[in-house]
């Protein structure tokens, strides 16, 4: 479609279309065929469809066990991926009288402060995290909290992963905390994540923490046998 028809279609001055067809050509969402003076669909768009075929069976399948996670421990639930270096909410599960959170369906945060992304990340090949965190430049923070280095992550990641699900604890809202155990794909890569939240003080030993990403483990590989079988 040439830009001129754009312009007509959304009502939008000349100027503007142009400018938001030369974002969308960046970030891949359209192409530029200079021999046809017009603009078509990129690759990015081929790529958001495929996600959506992909996931759609994922929250399917995970949709009942989070429901019934939720039920047993009384906290929040989400269900997410990872979209580059941010997390991607599919699913939120919320108990009766559940705090207000900035999680919801669709809400993007950054993977390095979520226990969600984080449970993702430390399943990753080092050479992939590097890419998505190569500097301290690539981390941002919501609280004044959180890993702020590659060096920092990495040794996050490693103690993550060996211990089986991840955690943060005010660094996305503060007083609000956060573990997290990922779900994989049948070649074993760790395609989402299940996350519980609640409030820090109502759970502010270890012990009590545990025991509750006991229960998220438990959960997120019964989602990895739906996944796979």
Partial sequence: ??????ARELDLPRSTTYH???????????VHLPEARAYALGVSVFELGSAYLRHDPLERLARPLLVRLVDAVGATGHLGILHGAETLYLLKETPRG???LV?????????HLTAVGRAMLARLPRPQVRALYPTAASFVDRTGLGPASPGELRRLLADE?????????????????SVAAPVYDHGGRPVAA?????????????DSRARLAAEVVATAQAVTRRLTR
């Fill in 103 to 111: 999680t919801d369906v669709g809400v993007r945060l950054p993977a």
């Fill in 1 to 6: 479609m040439p830009a001129a028809s754009v």
């Fill in 20 to 30: 938001l067809l030369a974002v969308l050509a960046r970030e891949g969402f359209v």
């Fill in 161 to 177: 992963a060996a211990r089986g699900w991840s955690e943060e604890d005010g660094h996305v809202m503060a007083g609000i905390a």
């Fill in 194 to 206: 299940v996350g519980v939240t609640f409030e820090s003080a109502a759970r502010p030993d270890a």
């Fill in 98 to 100: 559940a705090i207000s």
